[in-house]
């Protein structure tokens, strides 16, 4: 999933084209003799989503009407259709910033009732509250847990073990390079890493993630992320990443870690299921460990960016989305449709997804230190490619530290002035 | 002598050689001293490092036994309640109020009640299993005390533990008690963090498990052999050498624990570590010390480097060499600045006496024109150069001294230069000199040098002292000398060659007014042959007249004295007298004389006329003189120059007469020179007129250039510039005479193209035909229209109808309008039938505005002027005249009588001035018709006469002409004449046709001035 952030950009101009644009010439219409469901295209043919939908009609509790929209339009689209009426029953969407453009009070029910609630992880609960402790979607979505994944065979060939805290983090990479081991695999061409380390700085302060929505906070003025920045620059200049990182990109992790050449990345464990292939090393030498980018000392580890399926309360048929999702929230039905598919679970009943070694022995660990996906979806302007290329500059000394993070924080607001964002 | 090089090499082989030595034996004694410090800060390191972690180890031990004291502490206190069968409920809050003050001075974590199968609850109530591992086996069935590094929560810790008297805490039955540090808080509690960070301090069991580390970040380590291993894979060693360094550390721990060591001594190795591949101190001993088999198998190990270890040893190791490096510097400089001030002060005192000597030199040779040069032989450097180079020769110092050769730029002659060879064989102490003259690059001043090279031994150095000694003066005088030498040689020449020419020249028409006088003599009874020889004396006579004319005239400029007498002259009217005098001599060789203007040339000029006149006559005359029978002669005047006040005009005379040869035109202007040929020595001329033609252009600021070929003819071209002169006229004259259209007849279309356009400045329109038919017809349409032309210009010769003919046609139609007749010739032929047929005056060629209108003027009814009648000398002026003549030479009285009297006319004669004085004065009102004065007379001259006549009562002193009648013929003394009050100037010898002239004119003004 997180493969598509790092390739967004690559292919957000193609998106764009007017090839794509033309597909959205005939857009669907909502069924007023079925549940008319909106999603994202590519979302919706996920398998187990087809699955769900085809058990349900299957069921014949009624048949459903698959709104498809073209990503690269959708949030637009979708506003569309809700400002003229032609609202959907059910609206798929990854809770992000541009959620607060569909007034969420007055559109979505309210979800805390539901019988199936409680039968969500608390990760899933927490990425489906509103802030106000409203549940107002059902995580009907693969999951994944990001953090540091390293290579414990090799660690222990070495003489190591996995760090707990960022001080140990620090001996152990200091003392691997020290070893002539790279250790951090740091694909400078990618862009997800550094939404690990922000995560803790606004999820456990919703305050400071507001302000800085307000514009009246800078990305440059918060000392986390000077703390971040600098820590990247310095583990770069130590060495820490090797050689060869920027010219480091998607293709190139696997092999790297799979030779042993690097000892640690930052990634997420479906990762493992897709685009892994082993070399030297298998899937089962590599274990989890809290993502160490000097934000907080403990580490984290970022929960899975879910799609939530959210009710449209003021649609006719409410009631019958509500029941539809309660049948999707039913065990049987999602273990049905989730059958096979590598995913951290967000219901604590799902078995039949295959669920990766590593997240479950770091489980006890995952549970304290696990933040909900708040930088990538949260900042107002947030643009993960921005920072990956000031990153890239950063470490061709083009720019200092302050040079970087200011320059950060100028493209995050004219990100946010180009979506029309309150305050900038 | 040139030493060999087998001898050069020896010179700097010796010193060389000796300080190789001297800096090999400072190396090898600084090697030594290195060695022997290095063994003893290695020794004093090992010292160092193994008391260090002593103390570590003994503090560590130090606190491990608090802990099980404490625990023991513990044990004995919850014993109380356990002997006291209390209820565990009533215990638990007084065991954990225990529990929180001993943490609270020990800084524990936390404390743990644990069974045998490790499960725990802690003070605080959690609950948990401990893994403790093999630790654990038989803590409770043995008693032994431990200490395990346990993960609780993903966090590690460091345990104590020690087998409990069974009890019941918080209904946990429990037969172990247990207390957990952090590492960091066991690092505070050792206090060993020694050798800043870069030492790690580790606690491993004899696997090399490690316990706990007290290095920043290493919570990571697990196995202390493993990370050995690779880390000193890392350093590029081998297995083998890892395998050995491992086991030794791995045997040296089971040897202690087997107390087959000497107690707590540990061990030691050195060994490069890591990446980087410095070398460490690793540092190893039982934790305990002597004691250990009370603290498990348990080690402290350390792992240093070794620079850190030697650090404090280098440092004062480093400080004490500094101090004796410092002294001995110290001392050194001191020595070293005893001895440069010693220096410098002799240095100083030579340096000081070289610069007065430097100096005075400098200010002698700037002082002199004399140059001074050192110069290296070989490289040719300059080493030493006076600075007045640049003051002398204007070449910079800079670049003399970058190279000698730059001198040769300022040699007159850049082809003397002097081979290095003959340089290379001047002998030592021997010179050469030459001599060679320099100029200024500056200013082109050119000096005279003899330059004299020295070759010196300045210190067993070859170099070369230049002297320049500045022969200028010298030179000039020799130069003068010669001068004067050629000069009066010259003088000489050019007067034998005066003599001999004016000899000649003087002796060949005297030979023949000698002859034919004789002759004359002989034949007086024969009339014919009187007329012959007479005629011939005549012209003999004329041209030796001409020949004197021209030796005096060119006898004036040479001298200098010839000034310009500059006026307000008109171009017309100095053409037009040119064309009076030189069209009846281009007539009489049937020649085509024409003028032409290009352009328009301004017409009133401020000058010399009298002197441009002359030029031009002279030009002229040449041409008609040296141009065949029926030649052409061309005369052209154009402005080639022209702003508000100047005006620059070109003259050119072409003809295509006998031309010259190229030799002949290279000195045309040089006195005497006339060609030599046939044709040339047939015609009479004195061999000046050029030369004064071009000492008067000169004079005048000109040019005169000449081109010319033997039978393609000669052009000379003039060119001088005139201020301008205001014009007399108002731009309104011709508007104000209403004479606004002009009828223009010429078969020449430029002519009247350029009488068009001379004309358009007056505002007058004007109308151009170009045959005599259309002129008549141009003026039937006019007339007819109404719209006359005020003026009509005819040309007199035109194809077909001719002018006269035309003006006849025109006057059958129109009656009154003035037509004037534009010719190139003489109309003197013409003029009683041109009259005839209706043409009422004659312009001559070229045309000018102010000619056409001066000859307007007097036919227009308001004209201030009389339309004037043609004044022709006449032979009949002079009859019945009579003259008061003052002329102190008898003869020329005599002939002046005589020729006056040939004239029908009379005169009077005063012997000087003040006798005409007297005559006029005495004589009555219109008594004498007019005074021909002499002016070189004694008792009163001509010109004392001529004002104290003009000053006298008489009626007639302001009106009665004056002419100066005198062989003082230059243009001061025409101008002196007018100056005095006379009216013209006659000069000797009396030409009676310019007396007839002269007198005619004079005449006919004053008659005029009586009419009106």
Same mark, same amino acid.
């Given at each position: 999933m997180k493969k598509q952030l790092c390739i967004a950009a690559a292919f957000l101009f193609a998106a764009l084209s007017p090839l794509s644009l033309s597909a959205c010439s005939t857009d669907p219409l909502p069924d007023p003799d079925k549940l008319n469901i909106m999603g994202k295209r590519s979302d919706l043919q996920k398998p187990y989503m087809t699955r769900i939908f085809q058990r349900y009609e299957e069921s014949g509790?009624?048949?459903?009407?698959? =709104?498809?929209?073209?990503?690269?339009? $959708?949030? %637009?689209?979708?506003?569309?259709?809700?400002?003229?009426?032609?609202?959907?029953?059910?609206?798929?969407?990854?809770?992000?910033?541009?959620?607060?453009?569909?007034?969420?009070?007055?559109?979505?029910?309210?979800?805390?009732?539901?019988?199936?609630?409680?039968?969500?992880?608390?990760?899933?609960?927490?990425?489906?509250?509103?802030?106000?402790?409203?549940?107002?979607?059902?995580?009907?979505?693969?999951?994944?847990?990001?953090?540091?994944?390293?290579?414990?065979?090799?660690?222990?060939?070495?003489?190591?073990?996995?760090?707990?805290?960022?001080?140990?983090?620090?001996?152990?990479?200091?003392?691997?390079?020290?070893?002539?081991?790279?250790?951090?695999?740091?694909?400078?061409?990618?862009?997800?890493?550094?939404?690990?380390?922000?995560?803790?700085?606004?999820?456990?302060?919703?305050?400071?993630?507001?302000?800085?929505?307000?514009?009246?906070?800078?990305?440059?003025?918060?000392?986390?992320?000077?703390?971040?920045?600098?820590w990247i620059a310095d583990a770069a200049e130590k060495g820490w990443f090797g050689e060869d990182y920027l010219d480091t990109g998607w293709d190139d992790i696997s092999g790297k870690l799979s030779s042993g050449e690097a000892a640690m990345t930052f990634i997420w464990d479906s990762w493992?299921?897709?685009?892994?292939?082993?070399?030297?090393?298998?899937?089962?030498?590599? %274990?989890? =460990?809290?993502?160490?980018?000097?934000?907080?000392?403990?580490?984290?580890?970022?929960g899975g960016n879910l799609n939530m399926m959210m009710v449209n309360k003021n649609s006719a048929k409410c009631d019958e989305a509500l029941a539809f999702l309660s049948f999707c929230a039913t065990p049987e039905n999602y273990n049905a449709a989730f059958e096979g598919i590598a995913t951290v679970s967000c219901f604590k009943g799902l078995t039949s997804n295959i669920q990766s070694k590593m997240v479950t022995e770091a489980q006890a660990s995952i549970s304290r230190k696990e933040r909900v996906s708040t930088a990538s979806t949260k900042i107002v302007g947030y643009s993960a490619d921005d920072l990956a290329v000031l990153l890239s500059d950063l470490f061709r000394h083009k720019y200092s530290t302050a040079e970087c993070l200011r320059k950060m924080n100028e493209n995050r607001i004219m990100h946010a002035q180009e979506q029309g964002a309150a305050g900038f | 002598m040139k030493s060999s090089p087998m001898k050069k090499w020896l010179k700097y082989l010796i010193p060389v050689f000796s300080i190789l030595i001297a800096l090999a034996a400072v190396i090898s004694i600084l090697v030594y001293y290195f060695g022997l410090i290095s063994d003893n800060i290695e020794s004093d390191g090992r010292h160092h490092l193994k008391e260090i972690y002593g103390q570590v180890n003994h503090s560590f031990s130090a606190f491990i036994d608090k802990n099980w004291g404490l625990l023991r502490g513990c044990n004995d206190y919850f014993a109380f309640f356990a002997d006291s069968n209390a209820p565990s409920e009533e215990a638990e809050p007084y065991i954990k109020a225990y529990v929180d003050g001993r943490k609270e001075v020990w800084g524990f974590s936390k404390f743990y009640f644990l069974d045998k199968a490790r499960n725990f609850v802690t003070s605080e109530g959690?609950?948990?299993?401990?893994?403790?591992?093999?630790?654990?086996?038989?803590?409770?069935?043995?008693?032994?005390?431990?200490?395990?590094?346990?993960?609780?929560?993903?966090?590690?810790?460091?345990?104590?533990?020690?087998?409990?008297?069974?009890?019941?805490?918080?209904?946990?039955?429990?037969?172990?008690?247990?207390?957990? $540090?952090?590492?960091?808080?066991?690092?505070?509690?050792?206090?060993?963090?020694?050798?800043?960070?870069?030492?790690?301090?580790?606690?491993?069991?004899?696997?090399?498990?490690?316990?706990?580390?007290?290095?920043?970040?290493?919570?990571?380590?697990?196995?202390?052999?493993?990370?050995?291993?690779?880390?000193?894979?890392?350093?590029?060693?081998?297995?083998?050498?890892?395998?050995?360094?491992?086991?030794?550390?791995?045997?040296?721990?089971?040897?202690?624990?087997?107390?087959?060591?000497?107690?707590?001594?540990?061990?030691?190795?050195?060994?490069?570590?890591?990446?980087?591949?410095?070398?460490?101190?690793?540092?190893?001993m039982p934790v305990g010390g002597?004691?250990?088999?009370?603290?498990?198998?348990?080690?402290?190990?350390?792992?240093?480097?070794?620079?850190?270890?030697?650090?404090?040893?280098?440092?004062?190791?480093?400080?004490?060499?500094?101090?004796?490096?410092?002294?001995?510097?110290?001392?050194?400089?001191?020595?070293?600045?005893?001895?440069?001030?010693?220096?410098?002060?002799?240095?100083?005192?030579?340096?000081?006496?070289?610069?007065?000597?430097?100096?005075?030199?400098?200010?002698?040779?700037?002082?002199?024109?004399?140059?001074?040069?050192?110069l290296d032989p070989e490289s040719e450097r300059v080493d030493y150069l006076s600075p007045n180079v640049e003051r002398l020769l204007g070449i910079k110092n800079e670049t003399v001294k970058k190279s000698i050769r730059e001198m040769a730029k300022c040699a007159v002659d850049r082809n003397i230069v002097v081979p290095k060879e003959e340089l290379d064989a001047i002998s030592m102490n021997g010179n050469k000199h030459w001599e060679c003259e320099y100029m200024h690059q500056a200013t082109g001043e050119r000096r005279w040098y003899r330059v004299t090279i020295y070759h010196?031994?300045?210190?067993?150095?070859?170099?070369?002292?230049?002297?320049?000694?500045?022969?200028?003066?010298?030179?000039?005088?020799?130069?003068?000398?010669?001068? %004067?030498?050629?000069?009066?040689?010259?003088?000489?020449?050019?007067?034998?060659?005066?003599?001999?020419?004016?000899?000649?020249?003087?002796?060949?028409?005297?030979?023949?007014?000698?002859?034919?006088?004789?002759?004359?003599?002989?034949?007086?009874?024969?009339?014919?042959?009187?007329?012959?020889?007479?005629?011939?004396i005549m012209a003999s006579s004329?041209?030796?007249?001409?020949?004197?004319?021209?030796?005096?005239?060119?006898?004036?400029?040479?001298?200098?004295?010839?000034?310009?007498?500059?006026?307000?002259?008109?171009?017309?009217?100095?053409?037009?007298?040119?064309?009076?005098?030189?069209?009846?001599?281009?007539?009489?060789?049937?020649?085509?004389?024409?003028?032409?203007?290009?352009?328009?040339?301004?017409?009133?000029?401020?000058?010399?006329?009298?002197?441009?006149?002359?030029?031009?006559?002279?030009?002229?005359?040449?041409?008609?003189?040296?141009?065949?029978?029926?030649?052409?002669?061309?005369?052209?005047?154009?402005?080639?120059?022209?702003?508000?006040?100047?005006?620059?005009?070109?003259?050119?005379?072409?003809?295509?007469?006998?031309?010259?040869?190229?030799?002949?035109q290279e000195k045309i202007f040089q006195p005497f020179s006339r060609e030599k040929n046939s044709v040339v020595n047939s015609i009479q001329g004195t061999g000046l007129g050029m030369a004064i033609t071009k000492n008067l252009v000169d004079l005048m600021g000109g040019i005169i250039q000449v081109e010319s070929a033997p039978g393609k003819g000669s052009t000379f071209t003039v060119e001088l510039s005139f201020a301008l002169a205001e014009p007399d006229e108002s731009g309104d004259t011709w508007y104000r005479q209403k004479i606004t259209r002009l009828l223009v007849a010429d078969d020449e279309e430029d002519i009247c193209l350029n009488i068009r356009e001379m004309m358009r400045e007056t505002g007058v329109d004007v109308n151009y035909v170009t045959s005599g038919s259309a002129a008549v017809d141009a003026t039937v349409r006019a007339h007819k229209e109404g719209n006359d032309f005020n003026v009509i210009l005819l040309d007199w010769k035109m194809p077909g109808m001719d002018g006269v003919e035309t003006a006849r046609r025109i006057r059958k139609v129109v009656k009154d309008i003035p037509i004037l007749v534009l010719t190139s010739y003489d109309w003197s032929e013409i003029e009683a039938e041109a009259r005839e047929a209706g043409i009422n005056a004659f312009m001559s060629k070229p045309f000018f505005t102010s000619t056409l209108w001066q000859t307007l003027k007097p036919l227009f009814p308001d004209s201030a002027s009389p339309i004037p009648e043609p004044v022709a000398p006449s032979e009949s002026v002079m009859e019945g005249r009579l003259f008061l003549?003052?002329?102190?030479?008898?003869?020329?009285?005599?002939?002046?009588?005589?020729?006056?009297?040939?004239?029908?006319?009379?005169?009077?004669?005063?012997?000087?001035?003040?006798?005409?004085?007297?005559?006029?004065?005495?004589?009555?009102?219109?008594?004498?018709?007019?005074?021909?004065?002499?002016?070189?007379?004694?008792?009163?001259?001509? $010109?004392?006469?001529?004002?104290?006549?003009? %000053?006298?009562?008489?009626?007639?002193?302001?009106?009665?002409?004056?002419?100066?009648?005198?062989?003082?013929?230059?243009?001061?003394?025409?101008?002196?004449?007018?100056?005095?009050?006379?009216?013209?100037?006659?000069?000797?010898?009396?030409?009676?046709?310019?007396?007839?002239?002269?007198?005619?004119?004079?005449?006919?003004?004053?008659?005029?001035?009586?009419?009106?």
């Open positions: 509790q009624g048949e459903l009407n698959i =709104m498809a929209i073209e990503d690269a339009v $959708y949030e %637009a689209k979708a506003q569309d259709y809700f400002r003229k009426g032609k609202a959907p029953d059910i609206f798929l969407h990854f809770h992000n910033a541009d959620l607060n453009s569909f007034d969420l009070g007055n559109t979505f029910a309210v979800l805390n009732g539901e019988s199936w609630v409680d039968d969500l992880t608390d990760s899933a609960k927490a990425y489906c509250s509103d802030g106000n402790a409203n549940i107002i979607g059902l995580p009907f979505w693969e999951s994944s847990v990001s953090g540091c994944y390293y290579n414990k065979t090799l660690l222990k060939e070495k003489g190591f073990e996995a760090s707990a805290t960022q001080e140990d983090f620090n001996g152990l990479c200091a003392a691997l390079a020290d070893l002539g081991q790279v250790p951090i695999c740091w694909p400078a061409q990618c862009s997800w890493m550094m939404q690990f380390g922000l995560d803790p700085v606004f999820a456990d302060d919703p305050e400071l993630l507001a302000s800085l929505n307000r514009n009246e906070t800078g990305l440059d003025e918060i000392p986390a992320v000077k703390n971040m920045v600098q493992f299921y897709t685009d892994f292939k082993a070399g030297k090393y298998s899937i089962d030498d590599f %274990a989890l =460990m809290p993502a160490f980018l000097n934000t907080v000392p403990e580490g984290t580890y970022e | 959690e609950t948990g299993q401990l893994s403790l591992a093999a630790s654990w086996d038989g803590v409770i069935a043995s008693g032994r005390d431990i200490i395990a590094s346990e993960e609780i929560g993903g966090q590690k810790f460091t345990m104590f533990a020690i087998a409990a008297q069974a009890g019941v805490y918080k209904d946990f039955s429990y037969e172990a008690i247990a207390i957990s $540090y952090t590492n960091t808080g066991i690092a505070a509690a050792l206090n060993a963090n020694a050798f800043d960070s870069s030492a790690k301090c580790f606690i491993i069991s004899r696997d090399g498990s490690v316990l706990f580390t007290t290095f920043e970040g290493g919570g990571s380590y697990a196995n202390y052999f493993t990370y050995l291993s690779n880390s000193l894979a890392a350093a590029g060693i081998g297995e083998k050498r890892q395998k050995e360094i491992t086991t030794q550390i791995s045997q040296d721990m089971e040897q202690i624990l087997q107390g087959e060591a000497a107690d707590g001594e540990g061990g030691y190795l050195q060994t490069p570590l890591g990446k980087s591949g410095d070398v460490h101190c690793i540092v190893y002597g004691n250990y088999g009370d603290y498990g198998d348990y080690f402290l190990l350390s792992d240093v480097p070794q620079e850190t270890v030697s650090k404090g040893f280098l440092s004062a190791q480093s400080a004490t060499m500094w101090v004796m490096l410092s002294i001995f510097s110290i001392v050194g400089v001191a020595i070293i600045v005893l001895l440069v001030a010693r220096i410098v002060n002799q240095s100083r005192r030579s340096k000081t006496e070289l610069r007065y000597r430097e100096r005075m030199f400098d200010v002698l040779s700037g002082s002199v024109d004399d140059i001074f040069i050192m010196m031994d300045i210190n067993r150095v070859k170099k070369y002292i230049v002297v320049m000694s500045d022969r200028t003066l010298e030179q000039q005088m020799n130069q003068k000398l010669q001068e %004067a030498l050629d000069a009066a040689k010259s003088a000489n020449e050019a007067k034998s060659n005066f003599l001999s020419n004016m000899s000649h020249d003087i002796r060949t028409p005297m030979n023949a007014i000698v002859g034919f006088s004789v002759l004359l003599d002989r034949s007086a009874d024969d009339p014919e042959k009187v007329r012959e020889y007479t005629h011939k004329h041209h030796l007249l001409s020949l004197i004319n021209d030796v005096l005239d060119m006898s004036k400029i040479e001298s200098g004295k010839t000034s310009l007498n500059v006026g307000r002259f008109s171009l017309p009217e100095l053409l037009e007298e040119l064309g009076i005098i030189l069209l009846p001599q281009a007539k009489a060789k049937e020649q085509e004389f024409s003028i032409h203007t290009q352009g328009t040339p301004p017409e009133l000029l401020m000058g010399d006329k009298l002197r441009l006149n002359q030029i031009l006559i002279n030009l002229l005359s040449n041409a008609i003189k040296y141009t065949q029978v029926g030649g052409h002669i061309d005369f052209t005047i154009s402005e080639v120059e022209a702003s508000p006040q100047y005006s620059k005009l070109r003259f050119i005379v072409k003809d295509d007469g006998i031309g010259m040869s190229e030799e002949f003549v003052a002329e102190d030479n008898e003869l020329n009285a005599e002939i002046l009588t005589e020729m006056l009297d040939m004239e029908g006319a009379r005169c009077e004669l005063a012997a000087n001035g003040k006798q005409a004085l007297e005559l006029f004065e005495r004589s009555e009102a219109g008594h004498f018709d007019m005074i021909l004065m002499d002016v070189q007379m004694p008792v009163m001259n001509g $010109y004392e006469a001529t004002k104290a006549i003009r %000053a006298c009562p008489h009626p007639d002193a302001q009106t009665i002409p004056i002419v100066a009648m005198t062989a003082n013929t230059f243009a001061e003394d025409v101008q002196n004449a007018f100056d005095a009050g006379m009216d013209g100037h006659l000069a000797k010898p009396i030409n009676m046709d310019a007396v007839r002239k002269t007198v005619a004119q004079l005449l006919h003004r004053n008659d005029s001035q009586e009419n009106q």
